[in-house]
């Protein structure tokens, strides 16, 4: 028997928690390792950039990021899928699955750096399981970890002027997903798809964190039961045909993808190519401005080509599927 695949991971990092969820639905032998100072020395020598998650293969490979790392591992493990067989319901769920991890990560860096409590209780748990400390050593390291961290609160362009477009955008998202997950597993039916990953680990962070634990359990039962499930998701079913999804899936590719999340990342995109070093995008009429990242523009480009590599058959699937989505044109050839 071949030995495990190690995670390298935290349970406060949304990504971390995305990989192990995957890992355990596909039933991936793997170790759970959280990070700290007793392993680091390990962790650096595998890891080219100093974040979670990172798995250590059999052979002794280094992977970073989440959404490759679980590109990677579905060449190797196929099976049970998590890309639905309907072309507009898997590219619905890759739609989902960036929009996780790109937009939605927002909400969650806001309310967790933003509001006293939320900044209290997060620094302390980091304190405590990253660095290991305790009694006067958690104090201080809790209070270095809350200012490093407020002060990054600009990397997700969370600001005063940004955040009521930010905390409309989860109120919106959580009424959506309320209604779709009304008699449903996961977001494609009784299995989890790709886009499950992604959007589940964000909101699961959240769930965990005062301000908006609280929300989730007074108004979105189903959301916070679906990310609970999610930890360890289980394949109760098939996929739901594309034609069942469309009423209550559709208007979370309207009022979230397309009318927020796409127009900020390819107004990022065109500041990048401009050579700006901030933007300010329009979103649904409202402008959100920030500092240009340079990761969102690469992650935009792997989207788009994943459009373009289509085949004929399954582009004018993709196509009608989403035609009404308000998606596809940011997809073009032309940013």
């Not at 059999?58 to 591992?73: C, W, Y």
């Not at 609280?214 to 594309?242: K, S």
């Amino acid at each position: 028997m071949s030995e495990p695949y190690r995670i390298f991971g935290s349970e406060l990092s949304p990504y971390s928690v995305k990989v192990r969820s995957y890992f355990r639905y596909k039933n991936i032998p793997h170790e759970w390792i959280l990070r700290n100072p007793s392993n680091m020395e390990e962790f650096q020598k595998y890891a080219k950039l100093p974040l979670v998650p990172l798995v250590i293969t059999p052979d002794g490979q280094g992977i970073q990021d989440s959404t490759p790392i679980i590109e990677a591992m579905e060449l190797l493990h196929p099976q049970p899928p998590i890309h639905p067989m309907e072309p507009a319901a898997a590219f619905a769920s890759a739609l989902l699955e960036e929009y996780g991890d790109e937009w939605v990560n927002k909400p969650m860096f806001h309310y967790r750096w933003y509001y006293e409590p939320d900044q209290i209780s997060t620094a302390e748990r980091i304190a405590a399981t990253a660095f290991g400390a305790t009694g006067e050593a958690l104090v201080k390291a809790s209070a270095q970890v809350r200012e490093r961290m407020v002060n990054r609160l600009h990397v997700v362009g969370s600001s005063e002027a940004t955040r009521p477009i930010i905390e409309a955008s989860l109120d919106g998202l959580l009424s959506l997903l309320e209604r779709h997950l009304d008699g449903r597993s996961y977001l494609f039916g009784g299995r989890p798809a790709f886009a499950d990953f992604g959007l589940s680990a964000q909101l699961y962070e959240m769930s965990t964190d005062p301000t908006v634990g609280a929300i989730m359990r007074g108004r979105a039962p189903r959301t916070l039961a679906w990310c609970e499930r999610m930890l360890a998701p289980a394949n109760d079913g098939p996929f739901e045909a594309w034609a069942g999804l469309q009423a209550t899936l559709m208007p979370i590719l309207k009022q979230q993808v397309a009318a927020l999340f796409l127009p900020w990342s390819v107004a990022n995109a065109r500041a990048l190519m401009a050579g700006d070093e901030s933007f300010t995008a329009d979103l649904d009429g409202q402008a959100f401005s920030q500092g240009t990242v340079k990761y969102h523009a690469r992650s935009l480009q792997v989207l788009r080509q994943r459009y373009q590599d289509l085949g004929a058959d399954d582009r004018q699937a993709v196509d009608t599927g989403l035609a009404d989505s308000g998606c596809l044109p940011y997809l073009g050839e032309n940013l």
